[in-house]
């Protein structure tokens, strides 16, 4: 069971004298584990899952990956494990969240289009079945650390009432790493949550990397890891923008002109350092050699916000490979194939049916799911049952101009933005979002918008249909849609099979009773379901009847309900 122990303590022996000073040495703990024992680890397969999400990672933004920023735990833990080396998710927030919680594409769960807004009457819909549900019922201990952002209008939204035992994080996301305010548009609100309550006793003010790797590093310490297997999912803030982080983190990144790179190399230094943290806990306190940890970024970087996708096409929030090919990877000393790089199409609703398996949970016919278990494939190179990712079909965006019926030769509407695909092909159409070549270092100033340094290609208003051997052109610079219109045909066919299995899309308008002012200034559930609303009316009622007489509690609902209103 402790294979890789000795090079592993050689490499944290050496971060930890250099930078961190961390009190127990690794050989104690080590020696320690040993005398410990493992008496849940003899009585069940089941292994502790932590699943690290981190926000706005691009693909170029890991140590791995060539990159100018430095992340020696990153490129140690992945170099033991596995990398994922043809890895997607999705360009967005909610959409990769809400498929890593249930398994199946947007276009099954009605979030299609764009993300969560603060202000939408939105979330993750209650009749999808999430990960931690499914854990949850396989005996697992299931918590939360970090950013939600799949809804919080009512209660029912929230992580405890969707599979989490506990829950320590922001709704929300993206706000002040230290004072945990999120502004959207013109209101404010706190957004720091314990359980279902704003968390203003724990806040101390501090940079959400080590406040949330804090959090977990005290659930590892107060679970036992031998009575019963642990399911945490760490979703950081870092490093999606503001650009904030504490100065020490910027002294070995002086050399990079650019300063919104420069930060975000300097946070995600200081991600990188909290994963070592995390992984020196999941030692101490003996859970490490049954866990399997997961990291995934969410989506693809944002140049804009010092971010990098090069040599990919396109940044976050496009279906450009800079959008959706991301960076991730499994350690775990439970893998067969330690050290290698897996190649096989991977997807972010694969982890659905993947963990589950692995957690010797139930996968029930009915769910459906558009994720395989590639467990076999990640850790003993199997061939991958994935064949094909369908990306997205989102109705709503249906922004190109000479997009038509026609075009997409009468079996789809080309105006519509989707992306397909399937073996080496990949076909995109509508339009993809943002597609320059963004060098490292391009943005020197992020209202300086000559973009020099970009490769582009000239953008051709008439198109609405692109097809890409992404095996062979990986970077998506050669347009084969002429050449192969019979392969164009063949994916316009599959796209219009899969919507036909589409739910509409849920994207109601914002409700301005969301604003934290009328929320004791906290982003939090505003909307009651019908039931709670008339339970909370019968209580006052009866309060009012009681001493006040029922006439003037009639006035006073009305009030109330204008108010609301
Ligand atoms: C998810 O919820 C939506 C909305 O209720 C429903 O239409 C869809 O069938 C559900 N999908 C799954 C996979 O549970
Ligand atoms: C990692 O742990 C060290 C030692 O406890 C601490 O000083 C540092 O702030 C932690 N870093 C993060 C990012 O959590
Ligand atoms: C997709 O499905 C919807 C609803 O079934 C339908 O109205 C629409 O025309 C379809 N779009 C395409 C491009 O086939
Ligand atoms: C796009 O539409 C414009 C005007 O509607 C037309 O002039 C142009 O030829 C079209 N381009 C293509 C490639 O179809
Ligand atoms: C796509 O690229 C792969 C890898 O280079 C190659 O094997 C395959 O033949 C290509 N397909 C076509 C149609 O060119
Ligand atoms: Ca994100």
Not at 233 to 261: F, T
Not at 332 to 342: R, V
Not at 381 to 401: E, M, Q, T, V, W
Request: glycine content about 8%.
């Amino acid at each position: 069971m402790f294979i890789s122990w000795v090079p592993l303590s050689l490499f944290f022996g050496c971060i930890i004298s250099q930078t961190w000073g961390v009190q127990m040495s690794w050989e104690n703990w080590n020696a320690e584990l040993h005398n410990q024992g493992n008496e849940f680890g003899k009585s069940s397969s089941q292994p502790h899952i932590i699943f690290i999400l981190v926000d706005d990672q691009g693909f170029r933004d890991v140590g791995y990956h060539g990159s100018d920023i430095k992340t020696p735990t990153l490129d140690r833990l992945a170099a033991e494990g596995v990398k994922l080396e043809n890895y997607y998710v999705q360009p967005l927030c909610s959409p990769s969240r809400s498929q890593l919680m249930t398994g199946r594409y947007q276009i099954h769960t009605g979030l299609q289009h764009s993300v969560i807004r603060a202000a939408q009457p939105n979330c993750l819909p209650l009749e999808n079945v999430t990960l931690p549900q499914k854990l949850k019922n396989a005996g697992y201990s299931t918590h939360m650390v970090g950013k939600w952002h799949l809804g919080f209008y009512k209660r029912g939204c929230l992580p405890t009432q969707r599979g989490f035992d506990t829950f320590f994080g922001s709704l929300l996301g993206s706000g002040d790493y230290y004072s945990h305010y999120k502004c959207q548009g013109p209101m404010c609100g706190y957004d720091l949550y314990e359980g279902e309550e704003a968390a203003w006793e724990q806040d101390r003010g501090l940079y959400s990397t080590e406040m949330f790797t804090q959090k977990a590093v005290s659930i590892l310490a107060n679970h036992n890891p031998r009575k019963q297997p642990l399911f945490l999912y760490l979703a950081y803030q870092a490093v999606h923008s503001p650009l904030q982080v504490p100065a020490r983190y910027l002294e070995r990144y002086k050399g990079i002109p650019n300063p919104y790179r420069r930060k975000y190399a300097a946070m995600v230094s200081c991600l990188d350092e909290a994963i070592h943290n995390l992984t020196l806990a999941l030692k101490h306190y003996g859970y490490y050699d049954n866990t399997v940890i997961v990291y995934s970024s969410d989506n693809g970087g944002q140049p804009l916000a010092g971010g990098s996708n090069w040599p990919l096409r396109g940044s976050k929030a496009t279906y450009w490979e800079g959008g959706i090919r991301t960076v991730g990877f499994v350690h775990s000393p439970l893998l067969m194939n330690k050290g290698t790089k897996c190649r096989s199409l991977i997807h972010i609703t694969d982890w659905f049916p993947t963990l589950v398996t692995l957690g010797e949970g139930t996968l029930d016919e009915d769910l459906n799911l558009d994720g395989y278990d590639v467990w076999e494939t990640i850790s003993e190179g199997r061939p991958s049952p994935r064949h094909d990712i369908l990306h997205n079909i989102d109705p709503i965006y249906i922004k190109a101009k000479n997009g038509s019926w026609k075009a997409g030769y009468g079996l789809w509407n080309t105006a519509i933005q989707a992306a397909l695909r399937v073996g080496h092909w990949k076909l995109l159409t509508g339009v993809p979002g943002y597609s320059d070549w963004v060098p490292p270092q391009t943005f020197l100033n992020q209202r300086l918008t000559t973009r020099l340094h970009n490769e582009r290609v000239p953008w051709d208003r008439g198109k609405s249909i692109w097809l890409f051997n992404i095996t062979a052109d990986p970077y998506e610079r050669v347009d084969l849609s002429q050449r192969y219109p019979h392969i164009v045909k063949k994916m316009l066919m599959r796209l219009a099979q899969y919507n036909k299995t589409a739910v509409p899309v849920c994207y109601p308008t914002k409700d301005l009773r969301s604003n934290p002012q009328y929320n004791g200034g906290v982003w939090g559930p505003w909307h009651k379901d019908v039931r709670e609303q008339q339970e909370e009316d019968e209580m006052y009622n009866n309060l009012f009847t009681n001493h006040l007489g029922k006439k003037r509690w009639e006035k006073k609902t009305k009030n109330t309900k204008l108010r609301r209103g």
